[in-house]
């Protein structure tokens, strides 16, 4: 059984959300140092600082025994699911700001989907709140990042 058809204790959810976080960190961390176009490295910092702010509160409600009420997590937003029309490729020293968006595209999609799955796994148990509102938390970081793409890539100017 994955770990995603079962619920956890308050602090191991805490714990496998910050695994999730750091996993996503380092992979950012390993493009800004592959890449070598300023702005894609630009997108690449602010998205791995991302995840390091969420780590940090993930780890402070570990601490404090319990997640604060932030207004922002109550609702997913919407996103364009681009991630369904761009290629999945690991990022290169020559890739520019296209292909940082696309990467980062499709690791924010990754960490939704995981939270979306274990709050699935905890269906009508308190954990299932927590993991939804991370995901809303990942989806409004993934609808940052689609407005990013279509504002440069997709305009009809």
């Known amino acids: 059984m994955s770990n995603s058809q079962v619920c956890h204790t308050f602090e191991a959810a805490l714990e496998m959300a910050i695994e999730m976080e750091n996993e996503s960190f380092r992979h950012y961390l390993r493009g800004i140092l592959i890449v070598r176009d300023k702005a894609a490295r630009d997108?690449?910092?602010?998205?791995?600082?991302?995840?390091?702010?969420?780590?940090?509160?993930?780890?402070?409600?570990?601490?404090?025994?319990?997640?604060?009420?932030?207004?922002?997590?109550?609702?997913?937003?919407?996103?364009m699911n681009l991630d369904y029309v761009l290629s999945k490729k690991d990022l290169a020293p020559d890739s520019g700001v296209r292909e940082a968006l696309a990467y980062a595209i499709h690791l924010e999609k990754n960490a939704l989907d995981f939270y979306q799955r274990m709050a699935q796994g905890c269906a009508g148990a308190p954990m299932a709140e927590l993991f939804r509102r991370i995901g809303n938390d990942e989806s409004r970081h993934l609808q940052k990042l689609e407005d990013l793409y279509e504002a440069h890539f997709l305009s009809e100017n």
């Open 43 to 79: 997108i690449l910092k602010e998205m791995a600082l991302d995840e390091l702010e969420h780590k940090y509160e993930l780890e402070k409600a570990l601490v404090e025994g319990s997640m604060g009420g932030e207004h922002q997590l109550n609702r997913p937003v919407p996103t």
